[in-house]
């Protein structure tokens, strides 16, 4: 559980300072996460992080044999005036091969 906790809150952080988001600007997330990650919501690390306001849910991702195991995915619903462009979406780590067109800086 403190692993996906931790992994949780590092990719939270990244979205929201890479995009300049307060939280007050979340309107919902979605949590995905891969079949093997059973351990913890994601959610539970938004709260802890004092996230208290924010509409969470969460979802399993398609168990698709040979995808990318071990995995947290974030589709946050986000009030901004910045362009589709504008927004950096963040991978971390292995997941970086998901969407290598995405890729603005290495993470």
């Known amino acids: 559980m403190a692993a996906i906790a931790r992994a949780t809150k590092r990719l939270l952080v990244e ?3 890479r995009n300049a988001i ?3 600007d979340i309107a919902s ?3 995905t ?3 093997d990650l059973r351990a913890g ?3 539970l690390a938004a709260r802890e992080m004092g996230w208290v306001w924010v509409p969470m849910l969460h979802a399993c ?3 698709v044999p040979g995808s990318l195991g071990r995995c947290i995915r974030v589709l ?3 009030n901004t005036s910045k362009q589709p462009a504008e ?3 963040v991978y971390l780590d292995g997941a970086t091969v998901l969407r290598p067109d995405l890729m603005h800086t290495t993470s």
């Open 61 to 63: 991702e398609i168990d």
């Open 33 to 35: 996460v891969t079949a």
């Open 22 to 24: 307060e939280v007050d």
């Open 76 to 78: 946050m619903h986000v």
């Open 29 to 31: 997330i979605l949590f």
């Open 41 to 43: 919501f994601p959610a």
């Open 15 to 17: 979205m929201t300072r």
């Open 87 to 89: 927004i950096e979406h």
